[in-house]
């Protein structure tokens, strides 16, 4: 083999390598949005808040009456926003999306697709192009405060 295409060949690999590298150190740090990683970024929130809160959000878990700076410790950013106006006024809903593939498996929820550029724009694309998403949590809020929580159940 000829020494200058092997040296193209190799400065490829290499340059592959390092794209490789980088995708993978951007997906893990989206994995890391964890609700401990929020914690850390907000802990002076998170300190001046009740232990029962401060349980429940450790868990990833919200309670009514909750603020959405709580919601977002626990949960993090919502995939959806919307705003609902009726007789007793507004409304705003936060919903977290949830990406099933056709047979009903879960492949990955919220976080995940938003850092890989967006689906269908992410890595596994073509292995997940058929995936569906549905609402699997919607927490409605009045006046900034957590008035219920709807919650997807499988059966």
């Known amino acids: ?32 949005a964890s609700p401990d990683l929020r914690i850390k970024r907000n802990s002076p929130l998170f300190a001046s808040l009740s232990a029962e809160a401060q349980s429940l959000i450790r868990e990833g878990k919200i309670g009514i009456g909750f603020t959405k700076d709580m919601v977002r410790l626990a949960l993090g950013d ?50 997940y192009r058929h995936a569906r998403a549905s609402d699997y949590l919607k927490v409605m809020f009045k006046a900034d405060t957590v008035k219920s929580i709807e919650q997807a159940s499988r059966r």
């Open 78 to 127: 919502p995939d959806q926003r919307w705003m609902r106006t009726d007789v007793e006024g507004q409304t705003e809903i936060w919903s977290y999306t949830s990406y099933d593939s056709s047979g009903g498996l879960p492949l990955y929820r919220g976080d995940y697709h938003r850092y890989a550029g967006g689906y269908p724009l992410y890595a596994d694309a073509f292995a």
């Open 1 to 32: 083999m000829n020494k200058p295409f092997s040296k193209r060949i190799q400065l490829a690999v290499e340059r592959l390598t390092i794209v490789f590298m980088v995708m993978a150190l951007c997906v893990f740090l989206a994995a890391c």
